[in-house]
């Protein structure tokens, strides 16, 4: 089986524009690598809980958040293929410090999705975003702000049952798979396509704050083959970005995090720039789409470094249909 380094490798030479993105994904790689190690030992080094803070977003930080973070910045740092660097646990971004060299990429990172899994053994994960950066000034927070359809890579490792990376740079999804004993990925699935499957993942207990589209599709995959859309579906919530998408990219179906009223402050959960931009670059590489429900994700112009947006990512007759549905309500109410 092919290594990462060796498809990294091969990338490089087919591809000489993107000459440096190789070093720059194994840096990420190598930091994945690290963050497995350490969720396999959780409770046994005293990990797991509360860190006792509560990051930018409002939300209090588990432990593995704050060190995932930071073996985030360790390994991308110091190694001269990163301009800077931006996270879900930061509230602005993080410069490379003088002592090291600076490259031409910028990485935004959720480095621990799913993290009210943690605690309870469920799955977890790391996503991240790479965009290219040609100045050779210091980056702001705003060269940041960029449309999803800029990135020139982006991927995710899935700490599960196994070590998974599943990574684009642009020319398909490749799904790599750790082997621990060597400390090394090797490509276990190319050119992921997703398939059509009538099941979807969604956190149904918002049901009562979604706008209507959302509502009524959801009530007919609950109609199964009694309506419209005549055949039954299956559903999943595993409360992991990661976990929950990786499911619908590799065998099909549709993730969904919609707009909803509970917090007028907050009318959706998921971060544009380090959750939702990278998968539905993944989604769309995989011949899937990904809406906001009246939006392509990887058109939106971000406004600010933690923005949320509506996610609705699958197959792309799925995520056809459900847009079919918002467009019909847009339309009542003109
Ligand atoms: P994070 O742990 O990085 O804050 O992300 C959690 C997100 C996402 O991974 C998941 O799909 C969603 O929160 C689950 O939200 P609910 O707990 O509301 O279902
Ligand atoms: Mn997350
Ligand atoms: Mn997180």
Redesign the pocket.
Known sequence: MKTLSQYLLEFERDNPEHKGLRLAIEDIAKACARISDLVGRGALVGIHGDAGETNV?G?SQ?QL?ILSNQIMLDMLAWSGNWAGLAS?EMENIYHIPARYPKGKYLCAF?P??????IDINMP??TIFSVLPYDRSDAPHNRDFLRPGSEQIAAGYALYGACTMLVLTLGHGVQRFTFDRSIGEFFLTKENIRIPDSASFSI?L??YRFWEKPMQQYIDLCLAGDQDELAKNYNMR????????SHKALEKGGV?M?PADNRDPAKPA???LLY?VSPMSYLFEQAGGRATTGTENILDIIPTELHQRVPAILGSKAEVDYIEALHQAALKKTD
């Open positions: 977003q939300e588990q958040d879900e959720d621990l999705d799913g993290s009210a899994n977890i994960g956190n207990s918002n919530w595993m409360g992991c970005m990661i976990a929950d993730f995090y959960k998921l971060r959750e």
